[in-house]
T-cell receptor, first 114, second 114 residues
Framework: DVKVTQSSRYLVKRTGEKVFLECVQD?????MFWYRQDPGLGLRLIYF???????EKGDIPEGYSVSREKKERFSLILESASTNQTSMYLC?????????????FGPGTRLLVL | AQSVTQLGSHVSVSEGALVLLRCNYS??????LFWYVQYPNQGLQLLLK??????LVKGINGFEAEFKKSETSFHLTKPSAHMSDAAEYFC????????????FGAGTTVTVRA
């Protein structure tokens, strides 16, 4: 079974703090993704990575950065947290299997910025 | 650009009744289509996916979906709802023009009445 883990289930941070969200997958997947989930908006892609040390902006990258130093680990960084970054953050990983790609998700981190 | 519309943000069904969740997509090339389920305080779990093979796709937990190209639809059904089906359901689309990145619908929350 694919296992995607996220370092925290719940986080409370103050405005202006630097926040790190960690994601680890154990299936040797090449691709990793960070999404945020907000009510009525579904999931929106923040950043993704197709390889180590490689990153691409998604649809809503402003206010975020990422790091992928090892294949299995993809970190999301909020350089200076703001209240509008209060959200559920979901990490996913994927690889091509028989010409098809399926994303597998972690349990999510619910972040509250005060 | 690809996009997904889920009709109805909330659906309420009686236990034992048909579950029907509607999803329409737009894509300029043949799409891959997915349904994910999210139980409270959990990540997303893949229910089923369409990848250009059979148009009727069977998934886990008794769910199935039918790809209809002429209607650009991928509706999800289950003949008989169970209390454990109460969750949020997301439809998603990907295609080669967008490097197979997923675009999600806004989600449909299903409640099951005893």
């Amino acid at each position: 079974d694919v296992k995607v883990t996220q370092s925290s289930r719940y986080l409370v941070k103050r405005t202006g703090e630097k926040v790190f969200l960690e994601c680890v997958q154990d299936m040797d997947h090449e691709n990793m993704f960070w999404y945020r989930q907000d009510p009525g908006l579904g999931l929106r892609l923040i950043y993704f990575s197709y390889d180590v040390k490689m990153k691409e902006k998604g649809d809503i990258p402003e206010g975020y950065s990422v790091s992928r130093e090892k294949k299995e680990r993809f970190s999301l960084i909020l350089e200076s947290a703001s209240t509008n970054q209060t959200s559920m953050y979901l990490c996913a990983s994927s690889s091509l299997e028989g010409g098809e790609e399926t994303q597998y998700f972690g349990p999510g981190t619910r972040l509250l910025v005060l | 650009a690809q996009s997904v519309t889920q009709l109805g943000s909330h659906v309420s069904v009686s236990e034992g009744a048909l579950v029907l969740l509607r999803c329409n997509y737009s894509s300029s090339v043949p799409p891959y289509l997915f349904w994910y389920v999210q139980y409270p305080n959990q990540g997303l779990q893949l229910l089923l996916k369409y990848t250009s093979a059979a148009t009727l796709v069977k998934g886990i937990n008794g769910f199935e979906a039918e790809f209809k190209k002429s209607e650009t639809s991928f509706h999800l059904t289950k003949p008989s709802a169970h209390m454990s089906d109460a969750a949020e359901y997301f439809c998603a689309v990907s295609d080669r023009n967008n490097d197979y990145k997923l675009s999600f619908g806004a989600g449909t929350t299903v409640t099951v009445r005893a």
